[in-house]
């Protein structure tokens, strides 16, 4: 069974601070890892896929890391914008019985403060 | 142009009623799901569709009936409404070659 887990819950950050999201996998056999934010009472976001394949993606400020060996991945997010509080969640999608499962982290909630 | 659409956005009702959700996407992509999130903001899975065939089940009350008329629409039912089904209902769909996910706005269901 995968377990995703994310740390740290919470964080809060200054403004143009560059910071550091953790997710974490029990099971490294996954087939890709997905970066969301999530905006209170909205939908998820897709910030970054990182198929297992590959090492990093990045996409304007924000780069995400992936390395099977130890089930890390990491978000980074350059120059922290007040525009960037929000709850990011990472999804790891790996193939159980013949078909993809994806198994949500708890979440870490950011702040910016201006 | 929204990608995946799910009506309606909120939904008020007492315990007992049947309700439905209903979600569209227009991506062209086979695989749909429906994800719920509860009070403390973890999402889990409970449906999964492709080409209109369930292959995900993940242990959800027969309350929950999921209707897939086409590849682009998942339809959820949900009957004998209960206090504790209150939460956020996710639709998504997911690309077939590469297998990114993506979501619609949610559904927030309060049941009284």
């Known amino acids: 069974k995968q377990e995703v887990t994310q740390i740290p819950a919470a964080l809060s950050v200054p403004e143009g601070e560059n910071l550091v999201l953790n997710c974490s996998f029990t099971d490294s056999a996954i087939y890709n890892l997905q970066w969301f934010r999530q905006d209170p009472g909205k939908g998820l976001t897709s910030l970054l896929l990182i198929q297992s394949s590959q090492r990093e993606q990045t996409s304007g400020r924000l780069n995400a890391s992936l390395d099977k060996s130890s089930g890390r991945s990491t978000l980074y997010i350059a120059a922290s914008q007040p525009g960037d509080s929000a709850t990011y969640l990472c999804?790891?999608?790996?193939?159980?019985?013949?078909?993809?499962?994806?198994?949500f982290g708890t979440g870490t909630k950011l702040q910016v403060i201006p | 142009d929204t990608a995946v659409s799910q009506t309606p956005k909120y939904l008020v009702t007492q315990m007992g009623n049947d309700k439905s959700i209903k979600c569209e996407q227009n991506l062209g992509h086979d695989t749909m799901y429906w994800y719920k999130q509860d009070s403390k903001k973890f999402l889990k899975i409970m449906f999964s569709y492709n080409n209109k065939e369930l292959i995900i089940n993940e242990t959800v009350p027969n309350r929950f009936s999921p209707k897939s008329p086409d590849k682009a629409h998942l339809n959820l039912h949900i009957n004998s409404l209960e206090l504790g089904d209150s939460a956020v209902y996710f639709c998504?769909?997911?690309?077939?070659?590469?297998?990114?996910?993506?979501f619609g706005e949610g559904s927030r269901l309060t049941v009284l």
């Open positions: 998504a769909s997911s690309r077939g070659n590469t297998g990114e996910l993506f």
């Open positions: 999804a790891v999608k790996r193939n159980s019985g013949g078909y993809q499962k994806v198994t």
